[in-house]
């Protein structure tokens, strides 16, 4: 049974708690941006048609056919992804995945804590998002130097609180290097 209306709730319920938590990160602007692709038909119909509330719809969708049309439409349109940052390695030939772009970091890690928030509801807590991180398997999928990044963050959320994660986050400039040589 399709839910278009909880569905869209979700959504928005998102993007607000995302662009609140960019606005403190210090990328506002690119925060009103976030995941506008959800609204596209390619995206919303199935998330509405799989919606669970207590966690993405595309997870269900990839469990019926193996795939989700839908995050693949999704990843490859919105760059605070990991998903998004995999190119051919010239060396090797393999498709491996790049450093991301300190701006899109820190959009990851404010979709991540968003995303906790959503679907934990009153549940959540500072630990959760790097439980999650922790648990799963995106650490091996993205760069080395941008999971410890991450990761970090998550760290510090968890020891220290949203203030002084968002407090340390802003001061770092959204062109910054981190990590080993910076390749872009």
């Given at each position: 049974?399709?839910?278009?209306?909880?569905?869209?709730?979700?959504?928005l319920k998102h993007r607000h708690k995302v662009i609140s938590h960019c606005f403190?990160?210090?990328?506002?602007?690119q925060g009103l941006f976030h995941d506008l692709s959800n609204l596209s038909p390619?995206?919303?119909?199935?998330?509405?048609?799989?919606?669970?509330?207590?966690?993405?719809?595309?997870?269900?969708?990839?469990?019926?056919?193996?795939?989700?049309?839908?995050?693949?439409?999704?990843?490859?349109?919105?760059?605070?992804?990991?998903?998004?940052?995999?190119?051919?390695?010239?060396?090797?030939?393999?498709?491996?995945?790049?450093?991301?772009?300190?701006?899109?970091?820190?959009?990851?890690?404010?979709?991540?804590?968003?995303?906790?928030?959503?679907?934990?509801?009153?549940?959540?807590?500072?630990?959760?998002?790097?439980?999650?991180?922790?648990?799963?398997?995106?650490?091996?999928?993205?760069?080395?130097?941008?999971?410890?990044?991450?990761?970090?963050?998550?760290?510090?959320?968890?020891?220290?609180?949203?203030?002084?994660?968002?407090?340390?986050?802003?001061?770092?400039?959204?062109?910054?290097?981190?990590?080993?040589?910076?390749?872009?």
């Open positions: 049974m399709a839910h278009p209306f909880l569905h869209l709730r979700t959504i403190r990160a210090g990328i506002g602007i390619t995206e919303f119909i199935p998330g509405a048609k799989y919606y669970q509330g207590t966690r993405s719809p595309n997870e269900q969708e990839r469990e019926l056919y193996g795939y989700s049309l839908a995050w693949m439409h999704h990843k490859g349109r919105n760059r605070h992804h990991f998903e998004y940052w995999n190119d051919l390695n010239m060396q090797s030939k393999m498709y491996e995945p790049v450093k991301m772009p300190m701006r899109y970091v820190k959009e990851m890690f404010c979709d991540r804590v968003a995303a906790s928030k959503i679907y934990q509801g009153k549940n959540y807590t500072d630990a959760h998002p790097l439980q999650y991180f922790t648990k799963g398997s995106a650490r091996k999928k993205m760069h080395p130097d941008t999971a410890d990044l991450l990761e970090g963050w998550l760290r510090l959320l968890a020891e220290k609180g949203e203030k002084a994660v968002f407090a340390h986050i802003k001061k770092i400039p959204n062109r910054a290097t981190y990590g080993g040589p910076q390749e872009q």
